[in-house]
Nanobody, 114 residues
Framework: QVQLVESGGGLVQPGGSLRLSCAAS????????MAWYRQPAGKQRELVAS???????NYADSVKGRFTISRDSAKNTVYLQMNNLQPEDTAVYYC????????WGQGTQVTVSS
């Protein structure tokens, strides 16, 4: 079993920044692809950013240049640095790890509002 715990969400004004963290624990040996998704209220979940076991990254067009995904392999933790946040970034953000099966975190709310 694999567990993911997200943290770092909250309320921020437009133009502000947040850093999300996702700590993985359980039967994890080595590096695995991880990703951040988000789901705005009433909408489908969408990919925000991903990082491979080789550390290559991929971003949704809507966040390129504003968000950065990174990982600390020693801590089995993936981060999402979010800068210049806008109201359309408001959503529940979920972390996913692909270890044969996909495991998801419980989600953390990000609200961008003045």
């Amino acid at each position: 079993q694999v567990q993911l715990v997200e943290s770092g969400g909250g309320l921020v004004q437009p133009g502000g920044s947040l850093r999300l963290s996702c700590a993985a624990s359980g039967r994890i040996f080595g590096l695995y692809p991880m990703a951040w998704y988000r789901q705005p209220a009433g909408k489908q979940r969408e990919l925000v950013a991903s990082i491979s076991s080789g550390r290559s990254t991929n971003y949704a067009d809507s966040v390129k240049g504003r968000f950065t995904i990174s990982r600390d392999s020693a801590k089995n933790t993936v981060y999402l640095q979010m800068n210049n946040l806008q109201p359309e970034d408001t959503a529940v953000y979920y972390c996913k790890i692909s270890v044969g099966l996909d495991y998801w975190g419980q989600g953390t709310q990000v609200t961008v509002s003045s």
